[in-house]
T-cell receptor, first 110, second 111 residues
């Protein structure tokens, strides 16, 4: 079993839709969880990070962690064409090591 | 502006011809790493460095070398590139247990 699993998509939604992106992880010791956004031909950039369980909101983006299910989610409200990108979940698994999901490719149609 | 700079952005080379991809960061981060990104496999760590003169293997180190002689620079060296090293490469830097900042990527093609 991979340490972090993510549906690769692609996911196509109409503009204005609510998008749900998800990852599952296997190690219950993980405590920090991150979401990166990667535009085509660019490097990943941090979108949000959370510690432990619960929700964190930032504008149209909400990151959610369910440690009991080992499930993390990123919700995008009122999605825009500019949100079209690949979204990667990332989990620090040690002081200096990150484990990345394979990424979900999202396309928001105008 | 805080950034991680990689060069070159695009490179086409032939099998066996040694090459170096440079990476430099201006955030005084102690930690730097190299990843390769392939379709369906995501980001896989090649090598990482905790500080000057301290490096260690990641998940896919075969065929790569690194050095960390200065805190800001972390070059990736391919002594004898092969076609299976055709990939998109990213350098990243961070403080410990903190957000990783990524470079813009280097698309390498080995023919």
């Amino acid at each position: 079993q991979k340490e972090v699993e993510q549906d690769p998509g692609p996911l196509s939604v109409p503009e204005g839709a609510i998008v749900s992106l998800n990852c599952t992880y296997s190690n219950s010791a993980f405590q920090y969880f991150m979401w990166y956004r990667q535009y085509s031909r660019k490097g990943p950039e941090l979108l949000m990070y959370t510690y432990s369980s619960g929700n964190k909101e930032d504008g149209r983006f909400t990151a959610q962690v369910d440690k009991s299910s080992k499930y993390i989610s990123l919700f995008i409200r009122d999605s825009q064409p500019s949100d079209s990108a690949t979204y990667l979940c990332a989990i620090p698994s040690g002081t200096y090591k990150y484990i990345f999901g394979t990424g979900t490719r999202l396309k928001v149609l105008a | 502006e805080a950034q991680v700079t990689q060069n070159p952005r695009y490179l086409i080379t032939v099998t066996g011809k040694k090459l170096t991809v440079t990476c430099s960061q201006n955030m005084n981060h102690e930690y730097m790493s190299w990843y390769r990104q392939d379709p369906g496999l995501g980001l896989r760590q090649i090598y990482y460095s905790m500080n000057v003169e301290v490096t260690d293997k990641g998940d896919v180190p075969e065929g790569y070398k690194v050095s960390r002689k200065e805190k800001r620079n972390f070059p990736l060296i391919l002594e004898s590139p092969s076609p299976n090293q055709t990939s998109l490469y990213f350098c990243a830097s961070s403080h410990a247990k903190s957000v990783a900042f990524f470079g813009q990527g280097t698309r390498l093609t080995v023919v």
